[in-house]
C-alpha cells in the first residue's frame, strides 16, 4: 500500500470516528432534553425521579439511588464513614469476611423454593460451612465465640465487653494455651475478664450460673489466663455493681445516690478491704434503701446480688459505722 492510500485510508477512519461521536453526542444531548418541550432535564434525588426544568413532565421514576446511606458534611467525615461491605467483628471467626447463605428457603421475591432448590441449597450451605472453618483451630474459635455471645446475652452484658472477651480469647489461642482446659472455661474466664476490665463485672455465681462449667474450674482458668497473657484487671469496684442492683429492685435515684456515699466512706476508712465487692454493694443498696425510706427487704436484695442475707447484715453494719450515720428505727 502507498503512502497516498495510506494517508486517504486514514482520513477515511479519522471521518468515520467523527462521525460517530457526533451522533453519540446528539444522542446524549436529546436524553439530556426534555421529550415534549426541549427543556433541561433535572435529577430530582429526593424522589427519585427525572424531571423536566420547563414544563414539569416526568421522565423516569423509581430511579435506583447507588449512593451511600450516610451523609458526609466534611472531607474527614467522609473519610471515616466510607466504607466496602458490612464492617468487622471480632465476634465471629472468620470476622464478618466470608459469605453466608441465609436458612430461608426464599428467593429474591420472597417466593418460596422449589423441592430440587432447596436440596441445591442445602448442600451449598453444608459446603460454604465447611469452607468457612478449614481447620481445627478456626472450629474451636467458633464454638467459644458462640458460647461468649450466649452468655454475654444470658448477662446482659454490652457489645464492647463480647468483643473484648473475643479478642482476649483469641490471645490465648494463638499462644497456644487451650491443651488441658475445655474451650467453654476458657470462654468463660474471657468474658469474665472483660467484664471487669469494661467496668461492667458480674459476680462469679452469677457468670457460673449461665457458664457449662463449674465455679472452680472457672477461677483456677481465669487465674491461669490473666497470668499467661499478663492482663492488667483491677479489683472490682462495688459502685460498679450498684446500678444493676437498684435498677432490680425499682429503686430510686436518691438510694442509688446514698449508696454510693455509703460505699465511698467506707473505702476512705478501709471498711472494704478483703471484703466481697457484690456484698459490699449488696449492702449499700439496703443501707440506702432504709436511710431514704424505701421499702426493700434483706430478701429481695439477696435474690438480687445471690448472695446470703447474712453477709447483707455484716456488711450493712460496717458500713453504717464506717458513715456514723445510725438506721432509723
Known sequence: ????????????????????????????????????????????????????EDCGLVVEEDEIDRGPEWRAFDAAEKDEKSRVGAPTTNMMHDQGLSTNIGWQNKDAYGKSLSSRQRQKM???????????????KERNLKQALGEIDRMASALGLPE??????????RRALEEDLLPGRSIEGVATSSLYAAA?????????????????????????????????????????????????FVSDLDLSDETERMARELLESARQEGVHSGKSPVGLA????????????????????SEVASISEVTIRNRYKELLEASDTAAPA
Not at 451522533?23 to 423536566?52: K, N, Q, Y
Not at 477461677?219 to 489466663?225: D, E, G, H, L, Q
Open 122 to 136: 442445602q448442600r451449598l450451605r453444608t459446603w460454604n460451612e465447611r469452607f468457612r472453618t478449614r481447620d481445627s
Open 160 to 169: 464492647n465487653v463480647r468483643e473484648t472477651a473475643s479478642v482476649i480469647y
Open 1 to 52: 500500500m502507498t503512502d497516498t492510500n495510506i494517508r486517504t485510508y486514514s482520513n477515511e477512519r479519522t471521518e468515520e470516528q467523527t462521525e460517530t461521536e457526533t451522533e453519540e453526542t446528539t444522542r446524549s444531548e436529546e436524553r439530556e432534553r426534555c421529550p415534549e418541550c426541549g427543556g433541561r432535564l433535572i435529577t430530582d434525588d429526593e424522589h427519585a425521579e427525572t424531571v423536566c
Open 282 to 301: 449488696a449492702a449499700g443498696v439496703y443501707a440506702a434503701a432504709l436511710l431514704t425510706n424505701e421499702k426493700v427487704t434483706q430478701n429481695e436484695v
Open 196 to 244: 471487669r476490665q469494661a467496668g461492667t463485672p458480674r459476680s462469679l455465681d452469677e457468670i457460673s450460673a449461665v457458664s457449662r462449667v463449674d465455679k472452680m474450674e472457672l477461677t483456677r482458668t481465669y487465674r491461669y489466663i490473666i497470668r499467661e497473657l499478663g492482663l492488667e484487671v483491677k479489683p472490682a469496684d462495688p459502685e460498679h455493681y450498684v446500678p444493676r
